[in-house]
């Protein structure tokens, strides 16, 4: 504790505090965060604390929720998590007998698990006062972490709790962007060092204390090694009297240099020795629990005195367990290890995790050399079940391994191409090619995983949907004609893959092809296929009767693989039934961008913002949008870029920012009319008469509208047709085409729009209402659209409704009659910010007599934080996330997290508008 006061002082504060609160050490390794973690378990001991201590373990960061089980094991009661007693409920119980794996189905979302947690936390305080402390947290898998970051954020609540958590500053972690509290721990200074290395080694001569104290640049942790290192590397060579390069240059890290002088200590240990230590070290068998009970299926190390007695262990005085002295130890022994020795402990630890599926999983895959069946069917169930938890990257790696243990090249060749298709998904394109390939036998066609991976690599990156349509097509027919069973997984996965192809050509002869296929199949047609192909294809002539199937799916998404959740939300978008589905999305797409299926993710926020701009939630809706952009232009997608670019043309549009829409339309339209992406042209289009509409120039929007559909017509597989209802029968009522206006309206009648989703029938109803020549008939549909059942779901819409009906109210019936329903419009498109939209209102209140309030002052934009002005200087000066990250110690993650947050403040949607927006910003803030 040489040179440590101010630390130990806020860490006995810390302890003394009598709210709940969360802190992070962070520092260099070796720097002495685990030391500080002693003291105030010590500390927190003697003044009557519970202490729970876990560390994380670098084998097991794929593992969801191997952390979280070590720091809440000790806190439940013997019998096990699903007999957790009266302190929990029995959603509390619920949650953990999922997390723990005592019930099958997926783990709860962050914020249910969270609460339980912080249930059994304050049940467990008001016992005894309670201190969680977490070493190595840079280790924790990401799903406990995020659960740690939930409760750490909400310990004020929870009088009596504390939790301590201790990082690596030099490896990026979830708990980078958790918003805890930090405490930065860094090296001791010059004189603190030397008194730290007298006290210790005294006995040092003046040439030898230099030297130490030069290499371990103020690290306690070298501080202390190196001298005995170094002095015996003297005493074998008696006549090096400059020992400088003995560790290695400067430029080699201290951790590594420190790492050898463990690695010569290890080596000089007996085999069965170094075997427990290296058995123990791969099970995470680093934590020192303090009082509380440990997990029963750690592994303990056993007849290891020779390392405790050459300072590689440490034992616990109030428990008697055994530790590692430092985490650099641990890495010592797992990097010293041979590859049979490490194979030897696997299976040894297989043995002690035989009732874990994934932690058997990942020691079976790690200790098997010959391929074993059995070892390939557990991997394969371990796949299965993190693909639905949110861990298809890690299943990607145990598919890998069991395809490789595979008895037969039949299981190997179908583990390989499921391995490639969630690689695929996983955003792992290149990897997921590879896997394709190898899954193909020499000689023969082109395995059906190879045509889902090279097909999903030209569609998300280059937008080819003609040469892909024509190649899965085909890859189906084989398929189709060798008589696979029922149900075939990669059968389903492949007419999945040639129905999204379909709904982004958006052609007419594209779908017609697509349901040829669908109809040859017969049997082997599920239905999630034919509900894909009916409303993703041409909702007006295929999508009534599916609103009840999407809802019957819809009531058991925790137990379907991600991309089949994104696929029935996207069904339930084209219905207009999207709502219910999103808290489902929201809970857990951040799970899947980080390390599940990447694709899948970015989809996810697709519908999440659809939905927003759908409900009015329009400035979430761009933060949304421009996280999503950020995302895939990242990861090279420039399907999803420019489809995230064509939802955010539609959001200015409406908001009448016409310049902004139809920069981002004319970039859209450029990229995808070669490629024939109908899907993306249409939106283009849809934005071209929205922004024409705000902007007055109902000419214009006419003819963009007439683009996507005749007036008396829905155009065939034109999915923007029966969605431009509103603005082509606005647009012809404004330039004289009343008789055009009418027959769209009717159509919409006749075509039954009304009944396919509650959203067309309220703009069907508006339509009609506009459009009708009899006020009587007016008056009724007006009522009628206004009081269906989801209007308010759709407040854009039906304020133009409303305006439309207070305006033939005011010219038929005069002022009074109108200004209620004008003001009702008026208020909703102010607080949707349609600012076009808005102006005429108010304009026709005033026409109808309304003396408008004097106006508020506009609030001033929204201030960059001094952080996202900094990362946004940065950015403007050319620099990448990484390089940003670099200069200011966070992750790349972070850096775009703060851009995408910056971009709507400063009003704009790329990088290459940075400099210019701070430059107006900086010009605004030095206004008087």
């Known amino acids: 504790m040489v040179g440590r006061n101010g630390e130990q002082t806020r860490l006995a504060d810390f302890v003394r505090a009598p709210d709940g609160q969360a802190l992070v050490l962070r520092g260099e390794a070796g720097v002495g965060k685990s030391t500080l973690l002693d003291l105030t378990a010590r500390l927190a001991a003697e003044d009557g604390h519970l202490v729970v201590r876990a560390t994380g373990v670098e084998a097991e960061t794929g593992l969801p929720y191997a952390g979280l089980h070590q720091l809440l094991y000790p806190l439940l009661p013997d019998d096990g998590p699903g007999q957790s007693g009266r302190q929990l409920n029995a959603a509390a119980r619920a949650a953990f007998d999922a997390v723990f794996g005592e019930m099958t189905g997926p783990p709860p979302p962050v914020m249910t698990l969270g ?15 309670l201190l969680l402390v977490l070493d190595d947290g840079q280790w924790l898998d990401d799903a406990s972490a995020d659960v740690c970051g939930f409760v750490g954020r909400r310990l004020a609540g929870s009088p009596g709790v504390k939790l301590l958590v201790a990082v690596r500053d030099d490896i990026a972690s979830r708990f980078d962007t958790t918003a805890l509290p930090e405490a930065a721990v860094g090296t001791l200074a010059e004189a603190d060092a030397a008194r730290l290395l007298d006290r210790n080694h005294p006995e040092l001569d003046r040439q030898v204390r230099g030297l130490v104290l030069d290499q371990a640049r103020g690290n306690p942790l070298a501080l202390l090694e190196l001298p005995a290192h170094i002095t015996a590397h003297l005493a074998s060579r008696p006549g090096d009297r400059a020992p400088q390069d003995l560790l ?11 790492q050898a002088i463990y690695a010569a200590r290890l080596a000089r240990l007996d085999d069965s020795v170094r075997a427990e230590l290296l058995a123990g070290a791969l099970d995470g068998a680093t934590a020192r629990p303090g009082d509380g009970p440990a997990p029963t299926t750690r592994y303990r190390m056993r007849d290891v005195d020779e390392a405790v007695a050459c300072g590689l262990l440490v034992v616990e005085p109030t428990t008697g367990d055994l530790a590692f002295r430092h985490p650099l130890v641990r890495s010592s022994i797992v990097q010293l290890a041979t590859t049979d020795q490490r194979r030897a402990a696997h299976r040894v630890l297989a043995q002690v995790h035989r009732e874990h599926p994934e932690r058997l999983a990942t020691h079976l895959a790690a ?16 796949a299965r079940s993190a693909t639905r938890r949110g861990g298809a990257r890690i299943a990607v790696d145990w598919l890998t391994r069991a395809a490789e243990l595979s008895e037969n090249r039949a299981d190997r060749a179908r583990r390989l191409g499921d391995a490639a298709y969630v690689a695929g998904q996983a955003d792992r394109l290149g990897q997921a090619r590879s896997l394709a390939a190898a899954a193909t036998a020499p000689g023969s066609d ?20 003609r040469a892909t349509h024509r190649q899965v097509v ?7 004609d060798s008589g696979p069973a029922p149900g075939d997984p990669v059968l389903d996965r492949l007419v999945s893959l040639l129905l999204a192809v379909s709904q982004y050509a958006g052609s007419r002869t594209a779908w017609q092809r697509t349901h040829e296929v669908l109809t040859s199949l017969g049997d082997l047609g599920t239905e999630r296929a034919w509900l894909y192909g009916s409303t993703w294809s041409d909702v007006v002539r295929h999508g009534a009767g599916w609103s009840e199937p999407v809802e019957r799916a819809a009531a058991g998404l925790e ?3 991600p991309w089949d959740v994104t696929r029935l939300a996207v069904s339930a978008y084209h219905l207009d039934v999207l709502s219910p589905l999103r808290p489902y999305l929201e809970r857990v797409v951040d799970r899947e961008l980080d390390t599940g299926a990447m694709s899948s993710g970015i989809v996810m926020l697709h519908l999440i913002m659809l939905d927003q701009m759908a409900i009015g939630q329009w400035e979430a809706a761009e933060r949304t949008g421009h996280r999503t952009l950020a995302l895939a232009t990242e990861r090279g997608h420039a399907l999803f870029a420019h489809q995230t670019r064509a939802y955010l043309a539609q959001l200015a549009a409406v908001r009448g920012r016409a310049e902004e829409a139809r920069d981002l339309q004319a970039t859209v339209d450029a990229w995808a009319r070669p490629r024939g992406l109908g899907f993306l042209t249409q939106i283009a289009d849809a934005v071209g008469a929205t922004a024409a509409l705000s902007a007055g120039d109902y000419e214009t929007a006419f003819l963009y509208a007439i683009g996507i559909t005749a007036p008396g017509a829905f155009r065939p597989y034109a999915y923007q047709a029966s969605r431009t209802l509103l603005d082509l029968v606005e647009a012809a009522l404004h330039t004289g085409r009343a008789e055009q206006a009418r027959a769209h309206a009717l159509a919409a009648r006749d075509t039954g729009l009304p009944d396919l ?18 006020e009587d008939e007016a008056a009724d549909l007006f009522a009628r659209a206004q009081s269906h059942p989801a209007a308010d779901r759709f407040p854009f819409e039906l304020a133009r409704i409303r305006l439309a009906h207070g305006i033939r109210l005011r010219r038929v019936r005069g002022g009074a009659a109108a200004r209620a329903v004008l003001t009702r419009a008026a208020e909703t498109l102010d607080r949707l910010g349609a600012t076009a939209w808005a102006e005429r209102a108010h304009a026709e209140l005033r026409a109808a007599g309304v003396t408008p309030h004097p106006q508020a002052p506009a609030p001033a934009a929204d201030p960059l934080t001094w952080q996202e002005r900094r990362v946004a200087e940065l950015a403007a000066g050319g620099l990448t996330n990484k390089e940003i990250g670099e200069q200011m110690r966070l992750s790349p993650r972070t850096v775009s997290a703060h851009l995408y947050r910056a971009f709507p403040k400063l009003g704009i949607t790329t990088r290459a508008a940075l400099r210019d927006a701070l430059t107006r910003l900086g010009r605004h803030s030095a206004a008087p």
């Not at 290695?248 to 420190?258: S, Y």
């Not at 200790?367 to 394969?380: H, M, N, S």
Request: hydrophobic share 50%; net charge negative; glycine share 4%.
């Open 446 to 465: 082109e395995n059906p995983a190879a045509v889902l991976a090279n097909a999903y690599l030209a569609l998300y990156q280059n937008g080819d949907v």
């Open 367 to 382: 200790a098997t050399v010959d391929p074993d069946e059995r070892v390939a069917a557990v991997l394969e169930a371990a």
């Open 474 to 480: 085909s890859a189906v027919e084989r398929l189709r």
């Open 115 to 129: 609460i339980a947690v912080l249930n059994l936390l304050s049940w467990t305080a008001s016992q005894r006062p």
């Open 248 to 258: 290695g240059p400067h430029g080699v890290p201290l951790p590594r240099r420190i």
């Open 559 to 561: 137990a379907q693989d």
């Open 757 to 774: 989703s509650p959203r067309l029938a309220l703009v069907t109803y508006g339509a009609l209402a506009l459009t009708a020549d009899d």
